[in-house]
Structure formats: structure tokens, C-alpha cells
Nanobody, 121 residues
Framework: QVQLVESGGGLVQAGGSLRLSCAASGSIFSINAMRWYRQAPGKQREFVATITSGGITNYADSVKGRFTISRDNAKNTVYLEMNSLKTEDTAVYYC???????????????WGQGTQVTVSS
């Protein structure tokens, strides 16, 4: 089994910063792309940022220049540094990872349980 556990969410004022973490554990052989998504109340889940195993990143236009995704491959952990937060960034943030399990040739996408980020005005 593989588990993704997010942490670092909370309540912050507009203009503030938060750093989210997502640690993968279990029977992992390798992790390819890791991503962050978010879902605001009453809205569909949307893509936020992605990072490949080699460190190539991509961001949603709404967070470019404010959010930074990074990863520590030795710790199987992905981070999301969020600066200049806006009230519209309020959402549950989920991490997602493409994992190849031990003794398996296949890659499977796993999701974390989510962490709440609330930005107050």
C-alpha cells in the first residue's frame, strides 16, 4: 500500500504565507510526477502545480509567481510554498503522485486526504 499525508494547512490572513508538505510512504519503488490540486466549496477540483522527478515544474496561471512547488526525492515528499495568499486561494489542498510500487511494472496515481487552507480578508 501507498499513503500520501498532507500537512501544513491552516488559517492565514490575506497577503500571508503557508507551506504545505505531502509525504509518501509504503511499498514505493519510485515516484514520477507529484502534483498539488485544490477544491474550493461548491467548485470542482483544480490543478495547482506539478513537478517531475527531475524537477521540472508547471503552474496554474492563478498561482504563477506566488506559489512554488518543490520536492525531496530522498524523503518522497513534495512541498508547496504559498506566498501573497488571497481569499480566493481558500480551499482543501490535495497532493497527488504517480507511484510505481515495489515488484510492480505499473504506475498508479495516489491521492492524499487533503489539508484545509483558509485565507481571511
Amino acid at each position: 500500500q501507498v499513503q500520501l499525508v498532507e500537512s501544513g494547512g491552516g488559517l492565514v490572513q490575506a497577503g500571508g504565507s503557508l507551506r504545505l508538505s505531502c509525504a509518501a510512504s509504503g511499498s514505493i519503488f519510485s515516484i514520477n510526477a507529484m502534483r498539488w490540486y485544490r477544491q474550493a466549496p461548491g467548485k470542482q477540483r483544480e490543478f495547482v502545480a506539478t513537478i517531475t522527478s527531475g524537477g521540472i515544474t508547471n503552474y496554474a496561471d492563478s498561482v504563477k509567481g506566488r506559489f512554488t512547488i518543490s520536492r525531496d526525492n530522498a524523503k518522497n515528499t513534495v512541498y508547496l510554498e504559498m506566498n501573497s495568499l488571497k481569499t480566493e486561494d481558500t480551499a482543501v489542498y490535495y497532493c497527488n503522485a504517480d507511484v510505481q510500487r515495489l515488484r510492480s511494472p505499473f504506475t498508479t496515481a495516489y491521492w492524499g486526504q487533503g489539508t484545509q487552507v483558509t485565507v481571511s480578508s
